[in-house]
């Protein structure tokens, strides 16, 4: 392993302008930590990682490297670009476990996190760094959110979580109410009558998206971000449909495959998958099947009639007349993405969604409602990891000066 980690730091020309920076949503310095890690001072290439991504174990593992650092690489132009995501898990795995220090000094102010997701951990995090009294509100009973809840285990092992919380959230002093759902028995004004100073929404996207079409009901038929949730409680059986071909359609592909499903196809509307090439070719190498230019049009208990498309070469798609065909199979799951559920929103005043239920939040966070902070996908729709802590520091960095500003 570590020779192979050296040979990967070997290949790094430490450009002067270096676009593998430029292509990382939350600008690791990547070539000084690979300088770092050459000079035989691992712990502060470590450290230096931390400092910048909080999530960095986690996003070494589920980023879309392909399309960013790596993908960014000058030497990727000609041939294989430096594997930084290696790099980065190896030096990340090593130094974590190093990271022992306690909380803080308090400085008397608390803060609510709602959501455990990757907006919020990175948001506890930062501001457990200034010495805030923080305390996370999960409506599950472990701590994660999508990280935990929605990416298989052979993707992020659920360790990489346990560890997360136990380094950067037990032994910080941070505060954890699982099976805590604000906008039910608790709602965002009890927050603010408890002396929270600030409170930060970060509940992602959990409603699934529907097709509605007949059929949607029928028992053979689940969503997707349901199914990654706990697949270990459903029975598909030999044969699956996925309606969808973004990555959620290959997590859930290759998942299905694991728990024991021999047949599995996933269907596309457009010629192009909307899934990473990685995820994608993965996916293919396990035995999962394509069809492209599919439209379903109903859901019966024997399977999915689709209806043919032609796609255009500007990709605008036309029904073709009499084409419609069931497909068999035993069960059926839709993976067209998902929407914020609305608890907090409706039982809070002065917080504003938009026509899609995001909440409304500016460039730095900042709701509609004083106090009240937000980013991940409850503001943004479903995206990266490494995107939503991205945002999430320029959010926690806004609640901090906040804060300061009310003393």
């Known amino acids: 392993m570590a020779l192979h980690i050296m040979d990967e730091a070997d290949k790094c020309l430490n450009c ?5 920076v430029k292509g990382c949503p939350i600008s690791t310095p990547i070539p000084r930590v690979i300088e770092l890690l050459k000079d035989n001072r691992l712990d502060e290439a470590g450290r230096l990682l931390f400092e910048n991504n909080p999530l960095t174990t986690v996003c070494s593992l589920i980023c879309n490297h392909e399309n960013q650092c790596e ?50 951990l990175t948001i506890a995090i930062i501001l457990a760094r200034y010495g805030y009294q923080v305390t996370i509100f999960e409506d599950r009973d472990k701590i994660g959110g999508i990280l935990r809840y929605g990416i298989p285990e052979f993707r992020l092992p659920k360790s990489v979580i346990d560890d997360l919380q136990y380094r950067h959230l037990e032994l910080k002093g941070i505060k954890i109410r ?17 002396d929270y100073k600030a409170i930060f929404i970060g509940t ?15 028992g053979n038929v689940h969503f997707a971000i349901n199914y990654l949730s706990n697949p270990d409680s459903y029975k598909l059986g030999d044969t699956v449909i996925v309606i969808g071909a973004g990555n959620a359609a290959m997590d859930v592909a290759r998942t299905a495959l694991r728990k024991g499903t021999r047949n599995i196809t996933c269907f596309s ?14 996916a293919k190498l396990e035995g999962v099947r394509f069809e492209y230019n599919k ?14 498309l032609n796609e255009d070469e500007n990709g605008v798609t036309t029904e073709i007349e009499n084409s419609d065909k069931l497909y068999k199979a035993d069960s059926v799951i839709i ?3 998902q929407g914020p559920q609305n608890a907090i929103v409706s039982t809070t005043q002065g917080l504003e969604a938009n026509e899609k239920g995001l909440l409304v939040a500016d460039e730095k966070g900042r709701t509609s409602r004083a106090g009240v902070f937000a980013s991940g996908d409850v503001v943004n729709g479903a995206r990266t990891v490494v995107e939503a802590v991205a945002h999430s520091k320029i959010v926690a960095e806004t609640m901090h000066e906040y804060m300061q500003n009310l003393n």
């Open 335 to 337: 993976a067209i993405s």
């Open 204 to 218: 992602g996207v959990w409603k699934p998206n529907a097709l509605h079409i007949k059929g949607e009901t029928n």
């Open 71 to 120: 993908g960014s690489c000058i030497l990727g132009r000609k041939g294989n670009p430096v594997h930084f995501s290696t790099i980065e898990n190896y030096v990340s795995s090593t130094y974590a476990p190093k990271m022992t220090a306690g909380p803080a000094p308090s400085n008397g102010t608390k803060v609510a996190i709602v959501g455990s997701g990757p907006a919020g």
């Open 16 to 20: 002067k302008k270096p676009q593998c």
């Open 269 to 282: 509307m457009r010629k192009r998958i909307r899934a990473s090439r990685y995820e994608f070719s993965y």
């Open 295 to 308: 439209k379903p049009v109903e859901i019966t208990d024997e399977g999915v009639i689709f209806r043919n």
């Open 178 to 194: 699982p099976n805590t759902k604000i906008g039910a028995t608790i709602g965002i004004d009890d927050l603010f009558r408890d």
